[in-house]
């Protein structure tokens, strides 16, 4: 990996975020972290990849906000796709607190997939497959395993419905879709109960709190019955 300028505040941040998150990370982890929103700010000075100008911002919500989906993740090594990944979030940070998983990221943007794999030549992680893509009903990102994967998380899209339609049939069986949501309106939990019914899923719907940016969150877990 190569090694970048040590950032103190990054890392501050860093550390101060999986402390109040209760996260145990290996020191290799918390320096990939750290790298990882380091190459983030300097990407970010010419490439638009993310609202934040200030890392410790950055830190506070993409790392606070993809802290709260470990509880609900498989305890062992698993396989996932994340879905409108843009920079990373949370899918290239899941691969890097859980280095033994297998991660496919999906984005349309062509400049934030090269960002991603610069980033995982830099970090020198393995075992994670950066795809431009535009992922539509029937797709099949290449490389997925033929089982399918046991984890489809997205951070970027906006409705349940259509995340389910997009993804059922590259879920494993077991596996579970998690859509990662601000306020989940209950209008919309009603009309996704409904038409969760087609599919044979059942929602259940977790409020966890990204202690570090101090937000409410609200996790949709959609899994067959």
């Given at each position: 990996m190569r090694h970048?300028?040590?950032?103190?505040?990054?890392?501050d941040e860093v550390e101060g975020c999986l402390a109040v998150a209760g996260h145990h990370a290996t020191e290799e982890a918390v320096g990939r972290l750290c790298s990882y929103f380091a190459l983030l700010m300097e990407w970010n000075q010419r490439v638009n990849l993310t609202g934040f100008r200030d890392p410790a911002g950055a830190v506070r919500k993409h790392l606070g906000d993809t802290l709260t989906l470990l509880p609900h993740l498989p305890s062992c090594n698993f396989s996932f796709l994340d879905i409108g990944t843009g920079a990373g979030v949370p899918g290239l940070l899941l691969k890097i607190l859980r280095p033994g998983a297998d991660?496919?990221?999906v984005d349309a943007v062509r400049k934030k997939v090269s960002f991603l794999c610069y980033a995982v030549a830099t970090l020198a992680l393995t075992g994670v497959h950066p795809l431009h893509m535009r992922l539509q009903k029937g797709a099949?990102?290449?490389?997925?395993?033929?089982?399918?994967?046991?984890?489809?998380?997205?951070?970027?899209m906006t409705s349940v419905t259509q995340l389910v339609r997009l993804s059922a049939g590259l879920l494993a069986d077991g596996g579970r879709i998690i859509a990662m949501k601000g306020r989940y309106a209950e209008d919309d939990r009603r009309r996704d109960l409904v038409l969760m019914k087609e599919f044979g899923m059942e929602i259940r719907i977790v409020h966890p709190k990204n202690v570090s940016a101090g937000k409410e969150r609200s996790l949709v877990i959609v899994s067959r019955r």
């Amino acid at each position: 990996m190569r090694h970048l300028p040590r950032n103190i505040r990054i890392r501050d941040e860093v550390e101060g975020c999986l402390a109040v998150a209760g996260h145990h990370a290996t020191e290799e982890a918390v320096g990939r972290l750290c790298s990882y929103f380091a190459l983030l700010m300097e990407w970010n000075q010419r490439v638009n990849l993310t609202g934040f100008r200030d890392p410790a911002g950055a830190v506070r919500k993409h790392l606070g906000d993809t802290l709260t989906l470990l509880p609900h993740l498989p305890s062992c090594n698993f396989s996932f796709l994340d879905i409108g990944t843009g920079a990373g979030v949370p899918g290239l940070l899941l691969k890097i607190l859980r280095p033994g998983a297998d991660a496919w990221l999906v984005d349309a943007v062509r400049k934030k997939v090269s960002f991603l794999c610069y980033a995982v030549a830099t970090l020198a992680l393995t075992g994670v497959h950066p795809l431009h893509m535009r992922l539509q009903k029937g797709a099949r990102p290449p490389g997925l395993p033929e089982e399918g994967v046991d984890v489809v998380v997205s951070q970027a899209m906006t409705s349940v419905t259509q995340l389910v339609r997009l993804s059922a049939g590259l879920l494993a069986d077991g596996g579970r879709i998690i859509a990662m949501k601000g306020r989940y309106a209950e209008d919309d939990r009603r009309r996704d109960l409904v038409l969760m019914k087609e599919f044979g899923m059942e929602i259940r719907i977790v409020h966890p709190k990204n202690v570090s940016a101090g937000k409410e969150r609200s996790l949709v877990i959609v899994s067959r019955r």
